[in-house]
Each structure stands twice: as C-alpha cells, then as structure tokens.
T-cell receptor, first 110, second 114 residues
Framework: GENVEQHPSTLSVQEGDSAVIKCTYS??????FPWYKQELGKRPQLIID?????GEKKDQRIAVTLNKTAKHFSLHITETQPEDSAVYFC?????????FGTGTRLTIIP | SQTIHQWPATLVQPVGSPLSLECTVE??????LYWYRQAAGRGLQLLFY??????ISSEVPQNLSASRPQDRQFILSSKKLLLSDSGFYLC?????????????FGDGTRLSIL
C-alpha cells in the first residue's frame, strides 16, 4: 500500500518568514495530494490540493509543488502569521482512500 | 452547500461499555464516508470507509464496527470498549466521481475511556 513520509515533525519560524514542509510517497499511481491544517482540538481542514497533472498550485500565501519523478511534494507558506500556527498533514491518494503523513507542528514566533 | 454533522462532541465511557457514534452528511448524495481515529498528538488512522450502502471496508482489525443504514449516515460502534479506544474520532465525506475529491471532516468526538 501507499506510504507517506512527512518532514520535519516540528518547525518554528519567525513571523514573516517562509515555512516549507516536505512529503514523499511510495505509490507511483497516486494522483491526488491534499494538505490539511489542524488547529488544537479542531478538525483537519483542507487548505490546498494538487493533482498529478499539475506541477505547482498557488493560493495567496500558500503554494504546493509536486515532483512526480521523485515522488515528493511540498507545502510552502510565505509571509507567515501567528494564525498559521497549527499541525499540517500531507496526504496522497490513488483511489477513495487517503494516506496521511504523520504531521508537522508549525509554530510561528512573533 | 454540503455539511457534515457528528455527535456527540465529547463522551466519557467506562471500560466494557458499548459505543455508538453517529455521522450524517447533508447536501449531497451517495458520498464516500470515512471514520478516522486520532490519538493525542498523533496522525490520522483510517478505521473504515464506505463507497455506498452495504459497502464498508475495514482498515484495522479491532473491536470496532461500522454501519451505513442510510446513504448519508455512517455509524461507528463497539460492543465492549477498551482503554485503548480512547481518542479523537473523526468522520469525513468526499464526493464520488472520476477525479479524486477532497475529504471534508466533521468536528469530531473526543472519547475518553475510564
């Protein structure tokens, strides 16, 4: 089955700096890659997703890049703000199921 | 628009007691439905998923079961809870279709076993 690895497990950045979270996947047939943000005690919320026919997607301060050859994808957050502090999960899918990474706890330092 | 409802929000149960968590989706038909468990500070573990009524797949052997009595209703059950069943239980739905669709999560049930 699919295996998704996510790094780093924790990340602290100064407010205004950029944050990058990286994930690798094992199943070359995976074709859908969402990212979720989970605040403490809350449900995971979809923040951006990318499909395998696209190499990059951007939504305001958030961008995701996909390298199908290397089987890795990354989340980029620019101009970080305190409200970006949360746990971020990547995921990969080739069918109805999502396989999640283990999460990255992002802390924005004011 | 589509909404997902999950209840109860919190639950405290003694070891050996039964469990029933309910999830319903509104505003869509024939959704894919999912149950996840999240241990404190950990990732999301898929427990069950369903692509239609009477089509439920179990991902992890355990003392839990799932049922889908109606198209937009998904129920997680146990006959006898264990201490290890404590956690944050999340229901999710996604639209069916040729392209993969994002999963949308309910607000979760925080289950504590005493």
């Amino acid at each position: 089955g699919e295996n998704v690895e996510q790094h780093p497990s924790t990340l602290s950045v100064q407010e205004g700096d950029s944050a990058v979270i990286k994930c690798t996947y094992s199943d070359s047939a995976s074709n859908y890659f969402p990212w979720y943000k989970q605040e403490l005690g809350k449900r995971p919320q979809l923040i951006i997703d990318i499909r395998s026919n696209v190499g990059e997607k951007k939504d305001q301060r958030i961008a995701v890049t996909l390298n199908k050859t290397a089987k890795h994808f990354s989340l980029h957050i620019t101009e970080t703000q305190p409200e970006d502090s949360a746990v971020y999960f990547c995921a990969a899918s080739r069918n109805e199921k999502l396989t999640f990474g283990t999460g990255t706890r992002l802390t924005i330092i004011p | 628009s589509q909404t997902i409802h999950q209840w109860p929000a919190t639950l405290v149960q003694p070891v050996g007691s039964p469990l029933s968590l309910e999830c319903t989706v509104e505003g869509t038909s024939n959704p894919n439905l999912y149950w996840y468990r999240q241990a404190a500070g950990r990732g999301l573990q898929l427990l069950f998923y369903s692509i239609g009524i009477d089509q439920i797949s179990s991902e992890v052997p355990q003392n839990l079961s799932a049922s889908r009595p109606q198209d937009r209703q998904f129920i997680l059950s146990s006959k006898k809870l264990l201490l290890s069943d404590s956690g944050f239980y999340l229901c999710a739905w996604s639209a069916t279709g040729l392209n993969r669709q994002p999963q949308h999560f309910g607000d979760g049930t925080r289950l504590s076993i005493l």
